[in-house]
């Protein structure tokens, strides 16, 4: 397999004779990526290839690696003492060491204690904390937590369980029309955006419009409408007359008279 390429190797050892005077020879470099590659592909390493080409060792190995990198499946295609090796887990890159469980579930408890939360995986350097306990939490409730690393969790990170999103959101929801309630009973009034005294008056108001705006666009869960009728007939009975008066009194068509446009995750 590599008689092919025992003449680079005579080349760049021996010395010839010409003309009865001693002449060394020296054999040229092949800076030929393609004569490289195609070398790794019958069996030579690196180190090999740049001892042969008469090149640095560093430059074949990039270019290999390079290539490889960027398309794994050409690992494959070397000739070696087996047929079609299989890529090494990672790649050709080194693998990351792996962190034991007790300690990153260590890191997360002392992120809680230092800044009173849990990590958050939109800001930098909380990302992997964040992946760890979601992680966390999608084996609990897939049922494959172990009871002693849930006992760990639940004795250093209270609270760390939270509820899936749909239940947050539904018992938020919940929550805003309780405060809706309590806000007509209080005062007597629809809450307003730009001449709130309160701030969970801003809060209230963004809430309805939201709730409006869903309704409009046929996305608001019938379970919500038929409560939001139950408990508050005028929210949603005044969305058809505002939409035929908004655009006499240059609003924008569908837009509520008492409430910003702006819709935020605080009017879920």
């Known amino acids: 397999m590599l008689g092919q390429f025992d003449w680079l190797l005579a080349m760049s050892r021996s010395a010839t004779l010409e003309h009865d005077n001693v002449i060394d020879f020296v054999a040229p470099q092949h800076w030929s990526r393609e004569e490289w590659f195609y070398m790794w592909t019958k069996g030579l390493d690196p180190r090999r290839i740049a001892i042969v080409c008469r090149v640095p060792y560093r430059k074949v190995y990039e270019h290999i690696h390079a290539r490889v990198s960027y398309k794994p499946e050409r690992f494959g295609q070397r000739l070696m003492l087996h047929d079609h090796p299989k890529l090494p887990p990672g790649g050709l890159k080194k693998p990351t060491p792996k962190i034991p469980w007790m300690e990153r579930a260590g890191e997360v408890s002392r992120f809680r204690r230092e800044h009173g939360r849990f990590p958050r995986g939109y800001l930098d350097g909380e990302q992997q904390l964040y992946s760890f306990l979601q992680y966390q939490r999608k084996q609990y409730r897939a049922g494959k937590l172990p ?4 006992s760990f969790l639940d004795e250093h990170l209270p609270g760390w369980l939270t509820p899936p999103k749909k239940e947050r959101e539904d018992a938020l929801w919940t929550q805003r029309v309780r405060e809706l309630d309590a806000f007509l009973r209080q005062y007597g009034r629809i809450p307003q955006y730009k001449t709130a005294e309160y701030p969970l008056e801003k809060v209230l108001s963004v809430w309805v419009t939201r709730q409006r705006h869903c309704k409009r666009l046929g996305n608001l869960d ?3 409408e038929q409560l939001i009728h139950k408990s508050f007939p005028w929210l949603l009975a005044t969305i058809h007359s505002s939409a035929a008066t ?7 068509v569908g837009a509520d008279n008492d409430e ?3 819709l935020s995750k605080q009017g879920i």
């Open 222 to 224: 019938p379970e919500r």
């Open 246 to 252: 908004d655009g006499q009194r240059g609003l924008p």
């Open 260 to 262: 910003t446009l702006t």
């Open 147 to 150: 009871t002693v690393r849930k």
